[in-house]
């Protein structure tokens, strides 16, 4: 099943979110890899809805599932803002790959990416406190106000994983048409592509 999406041209279809996808080796890389086919003129995305988003953030480990039925609920309530909220989760998505393929690529971000990306870690500290328990403090999300929480959510590990990105671990997949982003195990191995099941290029 697959609907058409206009305003952004690329086309949303149905997919259940399972262990089988979390190839990337990190969240972050794993939500870039919710869109099928970067370098093609027709990229499919599997998050065809808000709902979508919240069941892939619980699988992923971004978020709680009981702050993801929550969420959901929410969503279902106000469906005007999870419309909102999808496309602000696309949006990072859409930066988060361009910073991160030009990293992977040895190059430097753009400089628009790199001040949208900015603009999302802003936001995405408000949405947290500091929490002091069992002898330390801790980053935590509020509680619950907004469906940009998962966004919100996805730019905190986004921060943390390029600030401790490991040297020359961070791969584009050699597959042009699919651009999917991954981790290997050390700056020396050689895997040339990501290895997903919709990659054409399996080697
Ligand atoms: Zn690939």
């Not at 949303?12 to 890389?29: M, N, S």
């Not at 859409?94 to 990306?117: C, K, N, R, S, T």
């Not at 905190?156 to 401790?164: E, N, P, S």
Request: charged share 25%; hydrophobic share 45%; glycine share 8%.
């Amino acid at each position: 099943m697959a609907k058409d999406l206009s305003e952004t041209g690329e086309t949303a279809i149905v997919h259940e979110f399972g262990e089988g996808d979390l190839i990337g080796g990190h969240p972050v890389l794993d939500f870039i890899n919710t869109l099928i086919r970067w370098g093609s003129p027709e990229p499919l995305d599997r998050l065809d809805g808000y709902i979508s988003l919240a069941q892939w953030s619980v699988v992923a480990g971004v978020m709680e599932p009981a702050l993801a039925d929550i969420v959901a609920m929410k969503a279902s309530l106000e469906p005007d803002d999870a419309v909102v909220a999808l496309e602000n989760a696309r949006a990072l998505r859409g930066i988060l790959h361009h910073v991160l393929a030009a990293h992977a690529q040895g190059g430097e971000p753009a400089y628009d990416d790199m001040e949208a990306f900015e603009a999302f870690w802003k936001q995405a500290i408000g949405a947290h406190r500091l929490a002091f328990t069992d002898d330390h403090i801790e980053i935590r999300p509020v509680a619950f106000t907004s469906l940009t929480i998962i966004a919100d959510l996805i730019t905190r590990d986004a921060v943390d994983l390029v600030k401790t990105l490991p040297d020359r671990r961070l791969r584009l997949c050699a597959n042009d048409a699919c651009g999917w982003l991954y981790l290997v195990k050390s700056a020396r191995a050689k895997q040339r592509y990501c290895g997903g099941r919709v990659c054409l290029n399996k080697r």
